[in-house]
């Protein structure tokens, strides 16, 4: 699976951007598809996932939790991030990434479980 990031941008907090993920194969649904990010100075993070097949299952990091919604569409091999009430503590570049997972209920949130990464894509909010 190959993986395309864009949507990212300048914003003001406070402000959205949605974030979409384009992924190659004919295999996508059977892929837990994963948005992580990383700002400058600092580690890789989890941002949200959606698990494979109907994407009934979702996990999201506490920091971004009621703010982010992150979803699939199968027909169109996309995985969406749509962030809304930005903080200027979003900045970072944002990554979406895929796992090959058997079971649904299972979504992973390390980085070292997803084995194919898109390129990336910058998120800046003004304070």
């Known amino acids: 699976v190959q993986l395309q990031a864009f949507g990212g941008g300048f914003v003001q907090a406070g402000g959205s951007l949605r974030l979409s993920c384009a992924a190659s194969g004919r295999t996508f649904n059977q892929y837990t598809m994963g948005w992580f990010r990383q700002a400058p100075g600092k580690e890789r993070e989890f941002v949200a996932a959606v698990g494979r097949s109907l994407g009934l299952n979702t996990r999201y990091a506490d920091s971004i939790k009621g703010r982010f919604t992150i979803s699939r569409d199968n027909a169109r091999n996309t995985v969406a991030l749509q962030m809304d009430s930005l903080k200027s503590e979003d900045t970072a570049v944002y990554y979406c990434?895929?796992?090959?997972?058997?079971?649904?209920?299972?979504?992973?949130?390390?980085?070292?479980?997803?084995?194919?990464w898109g390129q990336g894509t910058q998120v800046t909010v003004s304070s």
């Open positions: 990434a895929s796992a090959y997972v058997r079971r649904m209920d299972i979504v992973p949130i390390t980085p070292n479980e997803y084995q194919n």
